[in-house]
């Protein structure tokens, strides 16, 4: 499978953007354990434009984690292209990959996110303009629909009107994206209204995948939470590549099947040290990277089934220093 130029593979595995998620540290394991493609955390294009330092600090790449995109999202055509000219120009990423899908009301409440599947014509704009504005190659992530009554993708398209109008209706989405110049297209088999709830729909990812009009890389995301997940996908969705997102939490491991079978816990704590000591070291702050990994600490699979685990489990997420996180994570591995 290629965006663009770059060649990622047979039946390749992505890293899904995540905030507060994929930090660089995280990045970096999930590359060692075989992602074929990371993403940053999603950046807020009014705030890159208005060099907010936060959103500034995600654009922060390195060269051993390459192929990697960044996800930006906005709700302007305007601003979202004055942040993908910044995001070239000062990251340099493989991938600029346009946020339609993030279903949090913070963002979508706004009309961006997975609320422009409410303002179409306002989409195929901002991804026409994006494309011609960079050199970079451009995709896109989005959803099924807003909601159950208004699908966008595959045999249940919807062809009610979108409020601006533009004459996309009856139009498979994929298929005006596509004609907009995006190299790959991101598909969560959930509308919006579902938020995380429920099962994801893959056959309707399969009917986009299908379409004998679309050339470009169709990518399924939504409800893979191991390696066999994964293999059924591909096996019987057709899917190009397959994204992964909320399984990955405490367990950058997964992508590698002999990781995952062969690695002990004691083994798996050291990694997730690893990234703790990553983040101290790109955050520059000992208590904020704390704070930073106690996600993956907090979702991490491998402390499941542990006898006696709640007191210790409180212990390490009230843990302020690296010293007192450390000894409790070492005194684990003993007597695991």
């Known amino acids: 499978m290629k965006i663009g130029n770059i060649d990622l593979g047979s039946r390749p595995l992505f890293l899904a953007p995540m905030e507060d998620v994929t930090d660089i540290g995280f990045r970096k394991l999930c590359k060692r354990y075989g992602a074929a493609m990371v993403y940053t955390e999603f950046v807020a294009a009014e705030a890159l434009v208005r060099s907010i330092k936060a959103t500034v600090r995600k654009l922060t790449i390195s060269d051993d984690e390459r192929p990697v995109g960044i996800q930006i999202y906005g709700r302007t055509t305007d601003a979202v292209v004055e942040a993908a000219r910044i995001v070239e120009a ?170 995952t079978e062969t690695m002990t816990v004691a083994d798996k704590i050291d990694v997730l040290l690893e990234l703790l000591h990553i983040n101290i070291d790109y955050i520059g702050d000992e208590l904020k990277a704390i704070l930073h990994t106690r996600r993956h600490l907090a979702a991490s699979p491998i402390f499941k089934g542990i006898p006696d685990f709640k007191s210790t489990r409180i212990k390490m997420l009230r843990a302020n220093t690296v010293e007192e996180l450390t000894d409790i994570l070492n005194e684990l591995k003993t007597t695991l």
């Open 90 to 259: 000062e990251a340099h990423p493989d991938v600029i990959d346009l946020n339609f899908g993030c279903p949090v009301k913070k963002v979508a409440g706004k009309g961006a996110g997975a609320g422009m599947l409410q303002n179409i014509p306002l989409m195929l704009e901002m991804t026409e303009a994006v494309v011609k504005a960079v050199n970079t190659p451009v995709t896109v992530k989005t959803r099924l629909g807003w909601n159950s009554d208004n699908y966008v993708f595959g045999n249940k398209l919807s062809t009610l009107s979108s409020p601006a109008g533009g004459g996309w209706e009856g139009a498979d989405l994929a298929c005006r994206l596509q004609s907009c110049g995006i190299q790959a297209l991101t598909i969560h088999g959930r509308t919006r209204a579902q938020m995380y709830t429920g099962e994801a729909d893959w056959t309707l990812i399969k009917a986009v995948k299908d379409n004998p009009d679309i050339h470009i890389p169709i990518i399924g995301n939504g409800d893979i939470k191991s390696l066999d997940d994964a293999d059924r996908a591909f096996d019987t969705y057709g899917v190009d590549a397959v994204m992964i997102g909320r399984a990955t939490f405490g367990q950058p491991w997964i992508f590698s099947r002999e990781a």
